[in-house]
């Protein structure tokens, strides 16, 4: 198979609308690029603004990115600012994004802010990256659908109560580029790599929240992210609260999350030296610490998809989890890597 690179268009933002770019179905496709540009403009009536924005800014303007095939099987389901910190999780290295003038929460006029994610099909750190490859021929419609949000949806909900506070979009547009085998033999079947996100409020104290997870095929992976009134944060889960996945009585993960995190940090290579909350993750300190709010809970440790959990004969799975309630509004958002086998060939 031969590797082919190109660039399939691009989607100008649309306040809170979504809009549709159909993708071309020829080849198979090894990975979806994204690059967002936008020119923001913030105003406060405050004098001086402690409140700060959001994670990797300008990401919050792509509320929702799907991937649908034939108009009704979604193979991915997620927001920009969580697929960005994916990538990092999963790549070792953090995604392009030069986000420094929208730093603090004080005005800031006409700032062009840029960030970069991509939608992994080939499957990451595997031994076969090919086996999960998204073969776009015989499909009747394959579509990149976006939802688009707000300028204000860049900033934490404190700065967004401020007296005055209004963030303008001048203009926004999402580009969009795909790489892709060329040469898939014919009959080749691919498992399908399908990502969605699963929401989980937390309203109390509890040492026994649980979240129902869908049984019946494989995961590679889980990834957690926890936040609280718009802002990541370790405090729903700090030390030692503790992360279980099991079924009935077989465990399959039990980790304390900070201790998880450490471990995560080793594992994929992660440097992250500063913390999400200072300047948005954008001025570098002399410290070297873990992605805030982030637990990666992995299967696959050797590259090979046959250690991927084998829902298929379970009756039910359930992520159990240890937790502290922070703020007013508390979610743990469960991004799940779910492999779905091809299906049995008729005889």
């Known amino acids: 198979m031969k590797i082919l690179e190109r660039e399939l268009g691009s989607i100008v933002f649309a306040e809170n609308q979504t809009r549709t770019l159909p993708l071309p179905r020829n080849y198979a496709y090894r990975s979806i690029q994204l690059l967002l540009v936008a020119n923001l403009t913030r105003t406060t009536t405050a004098s001086t603004s402690a409140e700060l924005p959001k994670d990797s800014p300008p990401a919050q303007l792509i509320k929702n990115i799907m991937i649908r095939a034939n108009g009704r099987d979604v193979i991915k389901n997620y927001d920009m600012e969580t697929l960005h910190r994916m990538n990092e999780i999963r790549w070792g290295v953090r995604p392009y994004i030069y986000s420094h003038g929208?730093?603090?929460?004080?005005?800031?006029?006409?700032?062009?802010?840029?960030?970069?994610?991509?939608?992994?099909?080939?499957?990451?750190?595997?031994?076969?990256p090919i086996d999960t490859l998204l073969n776009s021929a015989g499909l009747a419609t394959l579509e990149l659908i976006i939802t688009w949000g707000t300028g204000m949806d860049t900033m934490s909900d404190g700065w967004q109560a401020e007296d005055g506070a209004q963030v303008t979009v001048n203009s926004a547009t999402l580009y969009v580029a795909a790489i892709e085998s060329v040469g898939v033999p014919a009959g080749t079947r691919f498992m399908v790599n399908k990502e969605y996100m699963i929401r989980s409020q937390v309203?109390?104290?509890?040492?026994?929240?649980?979240?129902?997870?869908?049984?019946?095929?494989?995961?590679?992976?889980?990834?957690?992210?926890?936040?609280?009134?718009?802002?990541?944060?370790?405090?729903?889960?700090?030390?030692?609260?503790?992360?279980?996945?099991?079924?009935?009585?077989?465990?399959?993960?039990?980790?304390?999350?900070?201790?998880?995190q450490a471990d995560n940090r080793l594992e994929t290579e992660n440097q992250v030296p500063e913390r999400i909350g200072s300047g948005a993750a954008l001025d570098h300190a002399l410290q070297e610490l873990t992605l805030e709010g982030y637990y990666l809970l992995e299967f696959v440790k050797d590259g090979r998809l046959t250690e991927c959990l084998d829902t298929s004969q379970l009756s039910n799975l359930k992520l159990t989890l240890d937790v502290e309630k922070v703020g007013a509004n508390n979610f743990i958002d469960v991004y799940p890597c779910e492999l779905i086998a091809p299906p049995a060939e008729s005889a």
Not at 102 to 128: C, F, K, P, Y
């Open 203 to 260: 309203n109390a104290e509890s040492a026994n929240h649980q979240i129902d997870l869908p049984v019946g095929n494989l995961y590679r992976s889980f990834i957690l992210k926890t936040h609280s009134d718009g802002e990541n944060t370790d405090d729903i889960l700090p030390l030692p609260k503790m992360i279980t996945v099991q079924a009935g009585t077989e465990v399959f993960k039990q980790r304390i999350g900070h201790f998880l």
């Open 102 to 128: 929208w730093a603090g929460g004080d005005n800031a006029s006409e700032q062009t802010l840029e960030v970069h994610a991509q939608i992994d099909l080939a499957m990451w750190r595997a031994i076969r």
